[in-house]
């Protein structure tokens, strides 16, 4: 994720293949051709073929097969409003305005900035997944509802209660800074859990997994965070729960 890099060295093929105009099987030979003629390294090869042989029909079985119940799940009950600045980008938080801002502006946003930028600041924010659901499906080029939705309802947001992903795809500041250049001039401290200047994902993501103990806590991809977590003492954890109160209670001004 990097300043002025809305593509990155993703392919954009999503809204040609969604709109049929290119067939899966052709991506796929074309790819393979290329390894062949060019020695390219298998391992990116794989992962390429991977997202669309692999992710794309998974995510096209789990639609046809599980809706129209799958639409309107919300595990964790969650029922804010999306703040007015996922229309416009104006946020003081940096990777929200690059990622929302390339999103408004070409309609594309790669698949980390889908998905743990935008996504997991509106999981860890309470925000309604059929609004977040609405969002993704108004803005996003490649958006047919088949592919968007579970993608949002269940990878993103965890609202079908992990049918489809095995745990929440959320995280702290630490990851999206170790994912690029977002947190160089960023209003908020990248490292700071408490205080007005401090990162709002610090505190939204121990909440988030303290609110959700009875959700969460046997999953065994999570142990670890919820070892950390009760490592914290009473009072830590108690400074983290009112951050997050706080911010939770202050969206449009983040
Ligand atoms: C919340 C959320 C919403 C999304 N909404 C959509 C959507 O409406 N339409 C859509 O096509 N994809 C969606 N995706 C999946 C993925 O982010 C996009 O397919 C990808 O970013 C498109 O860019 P690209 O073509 O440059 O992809 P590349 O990174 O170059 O990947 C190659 C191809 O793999 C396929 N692919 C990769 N991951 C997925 C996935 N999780 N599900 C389905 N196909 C995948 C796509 O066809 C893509 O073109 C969403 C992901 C998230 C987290
Ligand atoms: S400091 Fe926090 S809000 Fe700012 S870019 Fe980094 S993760 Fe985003």
Redesign the pocket.
Known sequence: MWTDTP?GW??????S??LKLLNPREVISAVINAWKKYSLDLSTVEG?IR??LG??EY?RGVYWGKMPDYGTQNYFAQSTALPAWFWTGKTKMRCLELSLGQSLEHA????IQ??MV??NFSLLAGLNPSEVHQW??GV?I???EW??LP??IG??QFADGGMLATKPYVSSAAYIDRQGDYCKGCHYDKKKREGERACPFNALYWDFFDRHRNKLADNFRLAMVYRNLDKMDEQALNALRTQANKTRSQLESL
Do not use: C, K, P
């Open positions: 593509y993703h392919s954009m093929l999503s809204s293949l969604n390429f997202q669309i992710w794309r995510i594309y946003a790669h698949h889908r998905l935008i996504g993704y499906l996003y490649d958006a047919f592919v968007e993608n949002t990878m993103s």
